[in-house]
């Protein structure tokens, strides 16, 4: 996903590969089953097609890749993702042998380098709330640097009225903070506001098209095993509190 820089932090390659295990199951989450993947889908969908090149910042075990892009016709060679977990991406790699996945600092500016102006899409779920602004303002430029003209830069995250701590209170700060990941540890996460991020993207040269608050669901899909509606309803329950969950956003490198 990515790495800080001061010296008191630990090897972020490392932590990644602690929770590899975890990220196996991670296409499991209500979370991800009912509001990552359909806001992916929902920010992508018309470049979901074969022909189109992707870039995933932060791909971890390929999640977006398998439960989304493969489904709706991208081909695997023409998927690249970047992740700073070494066992991720061999776990990428077994899931989408086709596909291109490496082992990568998505906020380095030498970030492939020699792939100027390469692909159609970057996109990345769950990863920019790690990065603090510096991190982000990189990573955003990384993508600019990386997309054809016109090409399409889409993520999700953590919406900042949902962020909270490692004691589960909410985060009304701007700034660093400690939180649980969903698998237990602790992470570093970023608190910064929608305007912020936008004025990033902007900086970077984006043009932002679509910021979207993105809340659970009220209602369970039809259909479900009783262990989905289940796990939907402790969902349902623990999120519903909140207005959204999470932040969608799709902003384009315009023509030069």
Request: proline share 7%; net charge negative.
């Amino acid at each position: 996903m990515f790495a800080r820089n001061d010296s008191t932090t630990p090897d972020m390659g490392k932590v990644y590969d602690d929770f590899a295990e975890a990220f196996r199951q991670s296409d499991q989450l209500p979370t991800w089953k009912y509001v990552g993947k359909p806001a992916m889908e929902k920010l992508l969908g018309p470049w979901l097609r074969p022909g189109v090149t992707f870039l995933d910042l932060g791909s971890a075990s390929a999640r977006v890749e398998a439960g989304l892009l493969i489904p709706h016709g991208v081909r695997p060679e023409d998927i690249t993702g970047v992740e700073i977990s070494p066992e991720q991406v061999e776990m990428a790699r077994t899931r989408i042998p086709q596909a291109t996945f490496v082992v990568g600092n998505i906020a380095d500016p030498l970030l492939l380098l020699d792939n100027p102006a390469s692909f159609d899409v970057v996109f990345s779920h769950m990863v920019f709330e790690h990065l603090s602004d510096e991190q982000l303002a990189q990573t955003c430029a990384n993508a600019y640097r990386l997309l054809k003209d016109g090409g399409v830069f889409a993520f999700v995250v953590t919406h900042p009225i949902k962020m909270t701590d490692v004691n589960g209170d909410l985060v009304t700060t701007y700034g660093e903070f400690e939180t649980t990941a969903p698998w237990g540890g602790v992470l570093h996460n970023w608190r910064r506001s929608v305007e912020q991020t936008v004025e990033t993207l902007k900086q970077a040269g984006f043009k932002v098209e679509v910021t979207e608050d993105v809340p659970f669901p009220k209602t369970a899909p039809a259909g479900l095993s009783n262990d989905d509606l289940t796990a939907f309803n402790a969902a349902h329950e623990k999120y519903s509190r909140y207005s959204a969950i999470r932040l969608a956003v799709r902003a384009i490198r315009p023509e030069q």
